[in-house]
Each structure stands twice: as C-alpha cells, then as structure tokens.
C-alpha cells in the first residue's frame, strides 16, 4: 500500500475482553514499530520487529500484551483482559531497514478505549 | 540507559519568531536523530534527521544543531508560521534499530 495503515481506526472494548489491533506495513519495509501515546504524553515504545523476529521486546507494560508478525509483513498486537489504564492511541510504524538514515514512516494509529 | 529528555514541553511563539525545542540523551550508542511533527489526530511525521558526525542540518526554515560531546540536539524553526503549530518529538535510534522518542514539546504559533 501507499502508506502504514493500521486497524481499526478507533475501537470501544469492555474492561476485561480482549483486542487485536493490526498493522500492515509499507511493502517491503522490514522493520515494524510498536508505539503508544496517551492523552498529552509522548510515544512510548512497546516492541519492534525486523523481519519476523522482535529484538526488544522490553517495552511491553505487561504480560497481558503481545506482538506478533508474520511474512515479514502483517503485525498484530493483542491486549489481554484490557484494563482502563490501556486506553491510548496504539501507533504502529515501519521503515525499510534497522540501519542509519532509514525513515520510520507512521499509520494513523488505533484510538483503544476501554470503558 | 536508553531515555531523551526533550524540553520545554509547550511554547507559545509570535509569527516570524525563532521556535527552540532541546533534546539530550544518555546512550552513546545512538547513532540518528529524527525530529518528528505530529499534527492533532495524525501519525507523527518526519520532518528533519541528522547524523552525530554532523554538527549541523538545514532544510528550509528547520535546522537541527547537534551537540555529541553534550550529548543535546536541538530543533531551530525560523520565521515560525501558525502552520506549524504542531506537537514536535525528537527520537534517537540506536545501532539495534530500536527507536526511542522524547515526551514531545507543543507548540503554538501566535499571528
């Protein structure tokens, strides 16, 4: 595609249910970014991928979040049990390689509440 | 440890002014510098990118100095314009690829 795209764009979810949000990447970009940004805060970083494999996994709050990605494209990332504190907007970005001067170009991000 | 520090977390500017936004950092093993824009309900956006074996970048009206024996980097807009008006990130990413951002300065632009 012509950019990130990232869905849904906004999803409303119940305290304790889980939800999947998706990312697909610029064709070709081999790396893949995981951010959150809450309400007036800065981008958190939560994981990233090169390839299929996640080098640093170290960002992610709880056992209750996990990422995946597959084909080197597609990643998704789940959130267990959602707990009010995980509302946030998710932002995902991709670039083309790991290595200097590679733009991260970002997707619109998804809008999680948890009520 | 791998942490920007960006300040100040919002500016007021009049049109036409000078718009400074600092960022410093603790891992020397970051190795490029991205500043990032990000408008309300928008993904942030690249806007300008330097290497720490540069002392200095410009592109139009932003220029990012750098500092390394500091450790600071820092974002200069000039003749700001209400159209920038904007939430600004700095980011350093490391030799692993990960991707670190600053907490974001908001800037508003006065006419």
């Known amino acids: 595609g012509a950019g990130v795209s990232q869905s849904p764009s906004n999803k409303v979810t119940e305290k304790g249910k889980d939800v999947e949000l998706r990312c697909d990447p610029i064709?070709?970009?081999?790396?893949l970014y995981w951010y959150r940004q809450s309400l007036g805060q800065g981008l958190e970083f939560l994981i990233y991928f090169q390839g299929n494999s996640a080098p640093d996994k170290s960002g992610l709050p709880s056992d209750r979040f996990s990422a995946e990605r597959t084909g080197g494209s597609v990643s998704t990332l789940t959130i267990q049990r959602t707990q009010q504190e995980d509302s946030a907007v998710y932002l995902c970005a991709s670039s083309l390689a790991l290595g200097q001067g590679s733009e991260a170009f970002f997707g619109q991000g998804t809008r999680l509440t948890v009520v | 440890q791998q942490q920007v520090k960006q300040s100040p977390q919002s500016l007021i500017v009049q049109k036409g002014g000078i718009s400074i936004i600092n960022c410093a950092y603790e891992n020397t093993a970051f190795d490029y510098f991205p500043w990032y824009q990000q408008f309300p309900g928008k993904g942030p956006a690249l806007l300008i990118a330097?290497?720490?074996?540069?002392s200095e970048k410009k592109e139009g009206r932003f220029t990012i100095s750098f500092n390394k024996s500091a450790k600071q980097f820092s974002l200069h807009i000039m003749d700001s314009q209400p159209g920038d008006s904007a939430t600004y990130f700095c980011?350093?990413?490391?030799?692993?690829?990960?991707?670190?951002f600053g907490q974001g300065t908001e800037l508003s632009v006065k006419p």
């Open positions: 980011a350093a990413r490391n030799q692993g690829g990960k991707l670190i």
């Open positions: 064709s070709g970009h081999t790396a």
């Open positions: 330097i290497r720490p074996d540069v």
